[in-house]
């Protein structure tokens, strides 16, 4: 039997295979996160008909005399390159720039995947679209600490929940006082421009706002005479002296040189809030005092109400931060990427997921942004990276190879054919 007759029929059954990968390419030209495959082929074993002899004094030597027995597939492929980005505008989505992978699990097994469609599910826990696994991470604590030492676990965007208020505990105080002001006479209207008031809204541990008035009264050269009051009150909660006569820094606040501690006692001024009463610092080190009109007024305080969730971001290291109607931001957690030392040999596991193999190497899981994982854009999907040109060429040229290879078996039967043709 002609060996030729074998060679070709290995050449069609292997690029059919071929055909095979290139048709799932193209299958999923539009499939989100796909990587491309590709088919090497492979000599097949070799008959030797004579072997090698070397070379000696009288003749030199000669080659083996080889006859190959078809051909195999050396490899299949997948192709990591970076696939382009198409922006979504979903929250939820997110897209790899990098070599990393998102981790998914079910809590017994993990997979990984590039595929960044993830949706909210109804308990608020982010899931994987094609596959309903959980998308891991680091979901921060009550602070909104997240520790990406720690253990992955699933990643959940707790809706409608609220963060507690928080008391003030410090206010600062910028602008100036006017340097030129005359002496505060209530008695005489011209000296108006020697008192200054301004309003700062703080805030008790129930989160109730409080309303409370700052008057400085100018009681001479370089000195003013500051005054708290709760509200419409009459009598100040505090009071104290501001000085600028430090002659090498004129102008600037001399005493005190830290913030002053102040007590306004809600319980009894406010009994019907069920506050405690409120102690916090007043940092005057930002007021100057200079030729120029009197601008004193809250640069900041650190207290607010307590919240709800209302929105979240998550930005280039996975970092997903609530979005409270109170104003304030909080992290809820950061998602993890995986990176493998041979991501070629991961395996394909349906649903754009991936699982290890022995020859992937362990999942190093880390932060995004960090160890050459990429970093995350949100609101975008990464696209297959299949390249049609290059299917449609691969395409052309497995169709040559398989009709040469079929020519081979008709030309082999036609011989076939002729030997037994001989005994006629």
Same mark, same amino acid.
């Given at each position: 039997?002609?060996?030729?007759?074998?060679?070709?029929?290995?050449?069609?059954?292997?690029?059919?295979?071929?055909?095979?990968?290139?048709?799932?390419?193209?299958?999923?030209?539009?499939?989100?996160?796909?990587?491309?495959?590709?088919?090497?082929?492979?000599?097949?074993?070799?008959?030797?008909?004579?072997?090698?002899?070397?070379?000696?004094?009288?003749?030199?030597?000669?080659?083996?005399?080889?006859?190959?027995?078809?051909?195999?597939?050396?490899?299949?492929?997948?192709?990591?390159?970076?696939?382009?980005?198409?922006?979504?505008?979903?929250?939820?989505?997110?897209?790899?720039?990098?070599?990393?992978?998102?981790?998914?699990?079910?809590?017994?097994?993990?997979?990984?995947?590039?595929?960044?469609?993830?949706?909210?599910?109804?308990?608020?826990?982010?899931?994987?679209?094609?596959?309903?696994?959980?998308?891991?991470?680091?979901?921060?604590?009550?602070?909104?600490?997240? $520790?990406?030492? @720690?253990? +992955?676990?699933?990643? /959940?965007? *707790? #809706?409608?929940?609220?963060? %507690?208020?928080?008391?003030? =505990?410090?206010?600062?105080?910028?602008?100036?006082?006017?340097?030129?002001?005359?002496?505060?006479?209530?008695?005489?209207?011209?000296?108006?421009?020697?008192?200054?008031?301004?309003?700062?809204?703080?805030?008790?541990?129930?989160?109730?706002?409080?309303?409370?008035?700052?008057?400085?009264?100018?009681?001479?050269?370089?000195?003013?005479?500051?005054?708290?009051?709760?509200?419409?009150?009459?009598?100040?909660?505090?009071?104290?002296?501001?000085?600028?006569?430090?002659? $090498?820094?004129? @102008?600037? +606040?001399?005493?005190? /040189?830290? *913030? #002053?501690?102040?007590?306004? %006692?809600?319980?009894?001024? =406010?009994?019907?809030?069920?506050?405690?009463?409120?102690?916090?610092?007043?940092?005057?080190?930002?007021?100057?005092?200079?030729?120029?009109?009197?601008?004193?007024?809250?640069?900041?305080?650190?207290?607010?109400?307590?919240?709800?969730?209302?929105?979240?971001?998550?930005?280039?290291?996975?970092?997903?931060?609530?979005?409270?109607?109170?104003?304030?931001?909080?992290?809820?957690?950061?998602?993890?990427?995986?990176?493998?030392?041979?991501?070629?040999?991961?395996?394909?596991?349906?649903?754009?997921?991936?699982?290890?193999?022995?020859?992937?190497?362990?999942?190093?899981?880390?932060?995004?942004?960090?160890?050459?994982?990429?970093?995350?854009?949100?609101?975008?999907?990464?696209?297959?990276?299949?390249?049609?040109?290059?299917?449609?060429?691969?395409?052309?040229?497995?169709?040559?190879?398989?009709?040469?290879?079929?020519?081979?078996?008709?030309?082999?039967?036609?011989?076939?054919?002729?030997?037994?043709?001989?005994?006629?």
């Amino acid at each position: 039997m002609l060996r030729s007759l074998f060679a070709g029929v290995s050449g069609l059954r292997n690029h059919q295979v071929r055909m095979d990968v290139i048709g799932n390419n193209i299958a999923n030209v539009n499939t989100v996160g796909f990587k491309a495959s590709r088919v090497n082929f492979a000599e097949a074993l070799s008959q030797t008909i004579q072997g090698a002899q070397a070379p000696s004094e009288a003749r030199g030597g000669m080659n083996a005399m080889q006859v190959g027995l078809g051909v195999q597939v050396g490899s299949i492929d997948t192709l990591f390159t970076q696939g382009n980005l198409q922006y979504t505008g979903n929250l939820t989505d997110l897209a790899i720039q990098g070599d990393g992978f998102l981790v998914v699990g079910d809590g017994l097994r993990r997979f990984y995947t590039r595929d960044g469609a993830v949706v909210m599910d109804a308990e608020g826990n982010l899931v994987h679209a094609s596959s309903g696994l959980r998308l891991m991470g680091w979901p921060a604590d009550a602070t909104g600490a997240v $520790d990406t030492a @720690g253990p +992955l676990a699933p990643l /959940t965007i *707790p #809706v409608g929940t609220q963060i %507690p208020p928080r008391a003030t =505990a410090l206010a600062a105080l910028t602008g100036n006082l006017d340097a030129g002001a005359p002496v505060y006479d209530p008695d005489d209207p011209t000296t108006a421009s020697g008192r200054w008031t301004t309003t700062l809204t703080v805030y008790d541990a129930l989160g109730n706002p409080t309303q409370l008035r700052l008057v400085f009264t100018k009681q001479g050269a370089n000195e003013w005479q500051w005054e708290l009051y709760y509200g419409e009150e009459d009598s100040p909660v505090e009071s104290g002296t501001l000085s600028f006569a430090d002659p $090498d820094n004129p @102008g600037r +606040l001399s005493d005190p /040189t830290g *913030p #002053v501690e102040v007590t306004v %006692p809600l319980s009894s001024l =406010a009994p019907d809030l069920g506050a405690p009463d409120l102690t916090f610092e007043i940092s005057f080190g930002a007021i100057t005092q200079y030729a120029s009109p009197s601008t004193v007024a809250l640069q900041s305080q650190d207290g607010y109400a307590s919240g709800s969730l209302e929105s979240f971001a998550i930005d280039g290291n996975g970092v997903i931060t609530g979005l409270y109607s109170n104003g304030r931001t909080q992290v809820i957690g950061q998602v993890a990427l995986a990176l493998f030392t041979n991501p070629g040999g991961l395996l394909k596991v349906g649903s754009n997921l991936y699982a290890e193999s022995s020859n992937s190497g362990p999942a190093a899981v880390g932060a995004a942004g960090t160890g050459g994982r990429g970093t995350l854009t949100a609101g975008a999907l990464e696209m297959s990276n299949v390249d049609l040109a290059q299917e449609f060429t691969n395409m052309i040229t497995a169709q040559r190879g398989f009709q040469a290879n079929a020519r081979v078996i008709t030309t082999s039967d036609e011989l076939l054919q002729e030997l037994l043709s001989l005994r006629r």
